[in-house]
């Protein structure tokens, strides 16, 4: 009984070891996920699995079988912790409890299969070791030696092969995206921090949103026109209950479909298991849930990434670009629901017209009004001898912040004739202030003047005319916002 307490502990944990092993960044990933610092989430993808494969080497012979059992329980001591302290904050991060083989949201179901190991492994803490697995091999004669020696081999070249594929594959893998990227003219390196970067996702501002029916929680059909009421934006969350980001969003699902009530339809588009979409909903609040059989209506509006975020006015038209990542969740929402609180970070309230995709060369620019962070206006209409350009800014942006001793230069050196520079930023004003820059800074939190410009990221410029009029096309990216600043 004890040998084979010691065999299902050996398996589980060798198994477990060695495919988070042929997937560290799973591994890392899982560790951030359940509260793991950053600095240190990387240490611990790597320890953990060479933990639980000693674990699983201790448990293998009768010498040393105890300390493998005490290994055991507190390896599943630290896991049951950790994935009660998540269930208890109303999160369920990706175990990657079996590395590349398997992985799932912790939950009831994972903390009981660990308590369940922790009790085999008590048992053989408490118990004698039991035999040796190896016994039986002395008794084998010289043909079933040399018979075991082969299949032996034959399972460590299998498992070579296996691994070789299961790498190769990723590669592929790797290589497609980057082809991907490459043909929809994306960067390959996503910038650092929080940008609202839509390119490649949602559909283009002011087109129809496409009509859809899915059953709620309660089986009942919803349709899109059910959702729309007037004077009133729908907000799709598309989201998945496997998606770790997803699961740390939806706390604040439920506060913004609490506190927006009156002004905002929140409808979570979700897959998966009814009963735990229903739970995941009751803990937080959330009052619809839709349910798609696979990802046919995220497929339908472009939105696969998850979460991800699209608005719709009360005619049924994408009021703005979609919000992929939960960071532009949060800046979308604000633009819906929060602008209109603050006139300062007022530019286009929620129930405006929605702004164009984008303006041509040549083109007047959007009859927009800013407010600067010491209160004074600034109307894009007004004509400015040598013009005006608008930088698309985001403190937190990793792109941005290495912009930022460039630019300082670039002020000490501005000539009479250079354009007027005007941060058009995300943020705080605190944040904002603290990068020392001379230029003007106006708050814009949800991104619309940077999308009634065509922008979708940061950072990004537009250069406007003496008379107000687009002047050149849109550059993204520090390189061509420093070419359209000119010399300085």
């Known amino acids: 009984m004890t040998l084979a307490a010691r065999l299902i502990l050996f398996a589980v944990f060798a198994v477990a070891g060695f495919a988070k092993l042929l997937d560290r960044e799973g591994s890392r990933e899982a560790a951030r996920g359940f509260g793991v610092p950053e600095s240190l989430a990387g240490p611990v993808g790597v320890l953990l699995p060479v933990a639980e494969i000693a ?3 201790l448990l293998l012979f009768p010498s040393t079988a105890h300390a493998g059992a005490i290994a055991a329980l507190v390896l599943l001591g630290a896991f049951i912790v950790a994935i009660a302290a998540a269930m208890a904050r109303g999160e369920a991060p990706d175990c990657h409890c079996f590395g590349a083989l398997r992985s799932e949201p912790a939950g009831a179901k994972t903390l009981v299969r660990n308590i369940v190991l922790a009790a085999l492994a008590a048992f053989v803490l408490v118990s004698a070791p039991g035999a040796s697995p190896w016994g039986w091999i002395g008794k084998l004669d010289t043909t079933q030696t040399w018979l075991l020696v082969a299949v032996a081999v034959m399972g460590v070249v299998i498992a070579g092969m296996a691994a070789f594929m299961f790498a190769l594959l990723r590669q592929n893998g790797r290589i497609l995206r980057r082809l991907d990227a490459l043909e929809a003219g994306l960067p390959l390196e996503p910038p650092a921090g929080p940008t609202w970067d839509s390119a490649g996702h949602g559909l283009p501002v002011g087109d129809p949103a496409p009509a859809f029916e899915l059953p709620g929680l309660d089986g009942v059909p919803v ?19 496997a998606c770790v980001p997803c699961n740390a969003l939806m ?27 229903r739970d995941k909903a009751a803990e937080h609040g959330i009052p619809r849930v839709l349910l798609q059989d696979d990802r046919e209506i995220a ?17 049924g038209d994408v009021l703005l670009p979609a919000a992929p990542g939960a960071d532009a969740v949060h800046a979308l929402v604000d633009a819906l629901a929060g602008a209109p609180t603050d006139p300062s970070l007022n530019v286009l309230p929620p ?38 350009m608008l930088l698309f800014w985001n403190p937190h942006c990793g792109f941005c912040q290495r912009m930022v001793d460039d630019l300082r230069a670039w002020e000490d050196k501005r000539p009479d004739d250079a354009p007027e520079l005007i941060l058009v930023s995300t943020g705080s004003e605190e ?20 999308a009634a410009f065509g922008a979708s990221g940061t950072p990004s410029a537009i250069l406007l005319d003496d008379r107000g009029h687009v002047a050149a096309p849109l550059g993204v990216g520090a390189p061509a916002v420093m070419a359209l600043a000119g010399p300085g």
């Open 55 to 57: 674990t699983a080497v």
């Open 223 to 241: 349709t899109l026109d059910q959702l729309r009421a007037p004077g009133r934006s729908v907000l799709l969350v598309f989201t998945d209950p």
């Open 251 to 277: 706390p604040d699902v439920g506060r913004w479909a609490r506190d927006y009530a009156d002004e905002l339809t929140i409808a979570l588009i979700s897959r998966g298991d009814a009963a735990a979409n």
């Open 299 to 315: 497929e339908l509006y472009n939105c696969t990434a998850t979460p991800t975020a699209l608005a719709i006015d009360a005619d």
């Open 351 to 388: 129930s405006a017209p929605a702004p164009p995709p984008g303006v041509a060369v040549g083109s007047a620019a959007p009859a927009l009004t800013l407010v600067d962070l010491d209160g004074e206006q600034i109307d894009l209409a007004d004509p400015r001898s040598g013009g005006r």
């Open 431 to 450: 944040d904002n202030r603290a990068m020392g820059l001379r230029s003007r800074i106006a708050l814009n939190p949800g991104f619309t003047v940077g």
